[in-house]
């Protein structure tokens, strides 16, 4: 019976596409057996000295590690020769950067349109040499690749389980209302007036350069956009169908107007938010690392209105729209050949649907809905990847398309963001970094995540979201040793084990410890620690990229660059902050609720016990780590005792955080929980924990409770994530109405739901209300994830990790690892095949 | 009441979260005891007030500290895993005290009404957003009187919708005492025949037929309950019979006719099995098939011709048809009648 269940299993299909959308999106899906693809191209400076791989950007990703070396040789091996300008080598490092990078896009990648596509601009993934000069670049080989460079901190900070940090490209929202708006013309005068009114000293030094450089790239759009506008009157030219004929003249015509002015139709803004947006990550060699558009359904909306009121049937927004969503996806083509058609889970070029405005208003519009239709009838697809803000006001309407959605979809093709929560911490933000000007009670709204639910503000604000990762569980390693690795690491590549060395600071030893507050005095000083061994990290590839890795087309999108006359790299963004996330925080928790509960409270064992259980990984001491993970108390069950230790852990980490700013950029570090997929492989590179977890078990992601202890269920999951966030303020006086929130950033949480929640509109009345609870309750963001087949296979497979799974079948309520293996097959068939 | 003579429930366990008891989202408490013993029954380990222990093979790891903590000598080690002698064992906990898993369990902990309550109330937001509230279930309640009215009381007070799920088979004093607190009354009619009644459920079905036609005229005269829902479990070869619904159902029209709200049918579940092995109980069902779907629906159509046919519903999971285009309930179901939603 089972055998068969796979294939079986309810996958959602597209629908109600037409023929050109249909046609795109199967080519789309063909990967390595398509004509024509976006994989990187590399182009070089033809100097022997050349670099042409930016590694940094790839230090938050630990599975890059042993590939470094490979990518940086085989992209120079793949270079193709640029014909530089005259003056070239004469030229600052931005102008050379900034004049390379134009060169390469307009005038050697080639501009194709694929059949019926409706928006301009295909292929940008690029590896542009960095434009070194033979000084540079050996500055740059030393800092990064050197004994003690960036590279070899870097790999010292992951392989002791500490985490990872580097200054990483994307994850912002340009000012894309601002482009429509203004136009590259627009900006561009800016510019030049900005480099007029500088002195000649100014305009002799590095203020000067970077005026050069932007007024270079400012110019960017406008010349791809003019070969594009070319191509399409050639093809239109040559085209036998009269329909596609005109398509194209039009598209001409757009290309010969946008993205140089303004927009006037919606058909121009697409065109100018896609090349405005493709042309980022071109600048930043980098496809869609975070790279959000934030709040489409808002900015767009008028150009939308307008067209419709011109006579554009609503239908036509969408299929433009739908070659949109085409295009984004192409990002994955930059490493197509790698497997899995290039697709990783690295991306996230997020839009940001629907929310507050000024005055408690609910946003949501017609393109609000439109932009969920596209994505309904398109998907399964990935990019771009949507965020729904929800509040307490947020129409029924919405709330029953996002229901019907997560049905249909077998789990939610979105993220869900809570306004009156993310708020509360952008204005605690406000307060704390000064920033009380640019972030307020007036314009707070304008806010929207990043990447995945990093929250932000738009077009001004560059805050490092996933720059610097960090273990928190690490402090609680260090304070059960006294500051050194519990196991010494062994090389996997070399076979060589190093001698563990007093690393953190010199706390008290194991058996000193009298009461669980010297325990806790301890774990305050490494978390301080950890902290600031991460904050030293981030300075050494954060410096560099400020010295070496100008984006002066990304630095066009963003206030305060051009006034400062600095890189966004080098912090010339109003708001120029990094965050740090903290990683594997329920375990943290749970390890400390453990070393309490068994050492101080129940008195199972002594701290040397535990140690030594630690240290053998548990083997040999089973009844002591079942007491750990089933008995000590876990955060995530709305249990005041846990939760209330969870708060004090946020607390302590958070307050320190904010006392740190990188030196050389001047950003302020913020506090966020975002854990992508380092949760699971740190797993086998963390010691055992105090928890009960074995070393190679995974660690616990982001804000959700570790694996298997929200046994509460959902809504006592929820309870625990909003208060540990900081609740509701006692006295009403929160930092949005009653709420507060300690992460400006905000935290990732998921809950896995039974599809039978949503089996019949009774039911989907009762999960909508959920939704509206967790507005209240809950946190700033959330991912819904039904279980699927293979999901309670693995739980046959592993009932221990998955405890929590509570079956629901009408009037009976049983955990999944109770029934028997008979049931359980049963339950999986009802479950793939949608009959409660 | 001075607080030394507060009374103390013995609580089975409470599900958060519950889509299953009652309109909205609700927390559901199980009390133990039950004054029938119905021979279906999806919670045995209800039925008996007295706090039992079990155990269950996932989670345990062997190490044998429940037999050397048990003061009865009622546990053992066997290559099966941990068995235990029910003659011997007096439900202390102390094994379940002791066991580092949880693989030992003792069910059935005493709780005080303001602890309780204060646990209950945790989802406040969740009841407020859908119209839900707090499920006392079981178990029978109502037998856990003193208790069950004071949390009652409580619930009251601090301002959550309360639904109270009875089989009926409890005084009528009590339940006219337990009624003005209560929200939304759950009532089961199982079984009209009063002999086979008293097969099947150890009881025959007087009191609960009185009962019933009672708390309809409570319900009518009174400003609680607000609601009533009757719940019928369609059980293979015991209740589900055209007799049996045809029964219930001029029942209901004689003598409940505009007090019911919901008459919901609710198909067999066999999910359960598990538990009776684990509490060392045969199960006299353990090889029923659930109800097939168009068995469900013929006894739903009788139903429906006999009562008003908006009260009429029926939920649960039917048997898995092999090969053939089987629709889902929600599929079939008319989005009309919201009654169908159950």
């Known amino acids: 019976m089972l055998n068969s269940l796979k294939s079986e299993h309810v996958i959602k299909e597209p629908s109600g596409l037409s023929d050109r959308i249909q046609w795109l999106r199967d080519y789309y899906f063909r990967g390595t057996e398509r004509a024509w693809n976006n994989e990187y191209t590399s182009w070089t400076t033809q100097t022997p000295w050349d670099i042409i791989y930016n590694e940094l950007t790839f230090y938050i990703v630990p599975e890059t590690y042993p590939l470094l070396n490979t990518l940086g040789a085989s992209y120079l091996q793949a270079a193709r020769p640029v014909e530089l300008h005259p003056d070239f080598w004469n030229w600052s490092l931005p102008e050379r950067r900034a004049w390379f990078v134009r060169e390469v896009i307009v005038n050697y990648v080639p501009q194709e349109i694929l059949p019926g596509d409706l928006v301009a601009g295909a292929r940008f993934n690029v590896q542009t040499s960095l434009c070194f000069t033979k000084d540079e670049s050996k500055a740059w080989q030393k800092l990064v690749k050197g004994k003690k460079g960036a590279r070899a901190q870097m790999k010292w900070f992951h392989d002791h389980g500490y985490g990872n940090a580097g200054a990483t490209s994307g994850h912002l929202i340009p000012g894309h209302e601002r482009l429509l708006t203004i136009g590259w013309k627009g900006v561009h005068a800016e510019l030049m007036s900005i480099y007029n009114a500088l002195s000649n000293q100014e305009r002799n030094g590095s203020k000067g350069d970077q005026l050069r450089a932007v007024i270079t790239a400012s110019t960017m759009a406008r010349d791809l956009a003019s070969k594009y506008k070319i191509l399409c009157e050639n093809l239109a030219q040559k085209e036998p169908d009269a329909q596609r004929k005109a398509e194209l003249r039009t598209m001409a015509a757009n290309l010969s107007h946008v993205p140089w002015e303004p927009a006037t139709t919606f058909w121009e803004a697409v065109q100018t938010l896609w090349i405005n947006h493709m042309l980022v990550m071109t600048d930043e060699n980098y496809p869609g690392a975070g790279v959000s558009f934030g709040r489409a359904d808002q900015y767009l909306y008028p150009y939308y209105e307008k067209s419709i009121r011109d006579g554009m049937p609503r239908e036509w927004a969408k299929e433009i729209l739908k070659c949109f969503w085409i295009h984004a996806n192409t990002a994955y083509d930059a490493m197509i050949r790698n497997g899995n058609q290039g697709i990783t889970a690295g991306f996230g070029q997020l839009v940001t649907l629907s929310g507050l405005g000024a005055k408690g208003r609910d946003m949501t519009n017609d393109l609000t809905y439109i932009i969920l239709e596209v994505i309904d009838e398109m998907s399964p697809i990935l990019e771009p990847k949507p965020n729904v803000r929800l509040h307490q006001n947020s129409p029924e309407a919405l709330l029953d398309k996002i229901v019907d959605m997560i049905e249909s979809s077998q789990g939610a093709p979105f993220l869900l963001n809570f306004d009156e929560r993310s708020m509360a911490g952008m204005m605690l933000e406000a307060r704390i970094a000064d920033l009380s000007h640019l972030i307020h009670k007036d314009n707070v709204h304008e806010y929207a995540p990043v990447g995945c639910l990093e929250n932000t503000m738009v077009g001004n604000d560059r805050s490092g979201t996933v720059d610097n990762n960090l273990n928190l569980l690490k402090a609680v390693e260090l304070t059960l040793t006294g500051g050194k690795d519990l196991l010494p690491f062994c090389d996997p590549m070399t076979g060589k084990t190093e001698p563990i060395k007093q690393d953190g600071p010199l706390t008290p030893g194991a058996s000193s410890f009298k009461t669980w507050e010297d325990f806790w005095k301890a774990y305050a000083v490494q978390t301080k620690y950890i902290i600031k061994k991460c904050v030293d990290l981030y300075e050494t590839s954060d410096s560099i990229r400020a010295r070496f890795f100008p984006t002066p087309y990304l630095s066009c999108l963003v206030t305060g660059c051009a006034r400062e006359g600095k890189d966004i790299t080098q912090g010339g963004a109003q708001i120029s902050l990094t965050t740090l996330e903290a990683v594997t925080y329920a375990t943290t928790v749970d390890s400390l609720l453990a070393v309490k509960y068994l050492v101080f409270d129940r008195k199972a064992c002594t701290m040397e016990e535990l140690i030594a259980a630690l240290k053998a990984n548990w083997q040999g001491h089973e009844v002591l780590q079942a007491l750990a993970k089933n008995r000590a108390p876990k955060y995530g069950r709305d249990d005041d005792e846990a939760d209330s230790l969870a708060h004090l852990v946020m607390q302590l980490w958070c307050d320190e955080t904010w006392r740190h700013k990188t030196k050389v950029t001047g950003r302020q570090f913020r506090p966020g929980m975002l854990s992508w997929n380092y949760w699971a492989g740190d797993g086998y590179v963390m010691a055992a924990s105090a928890d009960g977890r074995a070393k190679g078990q995974f660690l616990s992601n982001a804000i959700c409770p570790s694996n298997g202890a929200d046994i509460k269920g959902p809504t006592a999951n929820t309870n625990s994530v909003g208060i540990v966030l900081g609740g509701k303020a006692a006295d009403g006086q929160g930092d949005w109405l009653d709420y507060l929130n300690i992460l400006p950033n905000g935290a990732s949480h998921t809950i896995t739901f039974n599809p039978s929640i949503l089996r019949d509109p009774i039911h989907k009345d009762k999960f909508k209300a959920f939704l509206k609870g967790y507005t209240l309750n809950g946190g700033t963001a959330l991912q819904i994830n039904m279980l699927d087949p293979d999901m309670l296979k693995d739980a046959q497979a592993h009932p221990q990790d998955y405890r929590h799974l509570l079956v629901r079948i009408t009037g009976y309520n049983a955990y999944f690892t109770t029934v028997g293996r008979e049931l359980q097959n049963e339950v999986i068939e009802r479950i793939s095949h949608n009959k409660f | ?342």
């Open chain 2, 1 to 342: 009441m001075t607080r030394h003579q507060a009374p103390k429930g013995i609580i089975l366990e409470i599900i958060r979260m519950s889509t299953e008891d009652g309109p909205g989202i609700r927390t559901t408490v199980f009390f133990k005891g039950c004054s029938l013993s119905c021979g279906w029954c999806h919670n045995p380990e209800s039925i008996s007030s007295k706090p039992q222990i079990q155990w269950m093979k996932t989670g345990c790891i062997g190490c044998g500290i429940c037999v050397e903590t048990c003061p009865e000598k009622a546990l053992a080690k066997t290559p099966e895993g941990i068995t235990i002698n029910r003659l011997l064992c007096t439900g202390c906990g102390l094994c379940t005290e002791e066991c580092p898993t949880t693989a030992m369990e003792l069910l059935g902990k005493k709780w005080n009404v303001q602890d309780l309550a204060y646990e209950l109330a945790k989802d406040r937001v969740y009841f407020e957003q859908s119209g839900g509230g707090v499920t006392l279930s079981g178990g029978e309640a109502a037998l856990q009187h003193d208790f069950c009215l004071a949390l009652l009381k409580e619930l009251r007070g601090r301002g959550i919708q309360t639904a109270l799920d009875t089989c009926g088979q409890v005084s009528q004093t009590v339940l006219a005492g337990l009624l003005p607190y209560v929200d939304i009354l759950l009532y089961d009619l199982k079984e009209i025949d009063p002999d086979k009644h008293k097969i099947f459920m150890g009881a025959g079905n007087d009191k609960i037929l009185a009962n019933a036609v009672f708390a309809a005229h409570f319900k009518k005269t009174h400003p609680y309950p607000k609601t009533l829902w009757i719940r019928t479990p369609v059980i293979p070869g015991t209740t589900d019979t055209v007799e049996n619904i045809r029964g219930i159902a001029d029942f209901i029209h004689t003598n409940l006719e505009g007090a019911v709200d919901r008459w919901e049918l609710c198909a067999f579940n066999n999910l359960c099995r598990d538990k009776y092995q684990r509490l060392g109980m045969d199960w006299s069902f353990a090889g029923k098939d659930l109800p097939e779907r168009s068995r469900m629906e013929e006894l739903t159509r009788i139903a429906e011709s006999r009562v008003s046919s908006s009260i009429v519903c029926w939920s649960g999971s039917t048997k898995l048809e092999k090969g053939g285009d089987q629709k889902s309930p929600r599929q079939t179901q008319d989005k009309s009648n919201p009654a169908h939603g159950c």
